[in-house]
């Protein structure tokens, strides 16, 4: 059984950042498709930012773009989401998900095999 384990949510202000993370003892992230989700209560879970392979090409959400970037941590075995000037909306359950079959529609769910348990992200004053 593959194990994604995400930490880092919390509550933060709106215009605050975040920065939640995602690792696995079970394999090498480098070599696999890595996305990060959300879902928002009522919501159907929506991709966020996604890294189909390791030569550093990431996709956004438009909903994100220019706030929100997956980061590879090599060293580590972590991915990052690095998550600036979050507002209301992005409230939600963020899950972290990988798959080994290359994909190029990285920012869909049904591309991937493995999901975290999530983390819970509120932005609320």
């Known amino acids: 059984q593959v194990q994604l384990v995400e930490s880092g949510g919390g509550l933060v202000q709106p215009g605050g950042s975040l920065r939640l993370s995602c690792t696995t003892p079970q394999f090498a992230l480098d070599s696999w498709a890595i996305g990060w989700f959300r879902q928002a209560p009522g919501k159907e879970r929506e991709g966020v930012s996604c890294?189909?392979?390791?030569?550093?090409?990431?996709y956004d959400a438009d909903s994100v773009k220019g706030r929100f970037t997956v980061v590879r941590d090599s060293a580590r075995n972590t991915m990052w989401l690095l998550m600036n000037d979050l507002k209301p909306e992005d409230t939600g359950l963020y899950f972290c998900a990988a798959t080994d079959v290359p994909t190029a529609r990285c920012l869909l769910t049904a591309e991937y095999k493995y999901w975290g348990q999530g983390t819970l992200v509120t932005v609320s004053s």
């Open positions: 890294s189909p392979t390791i030569d550093g090409r990431t």
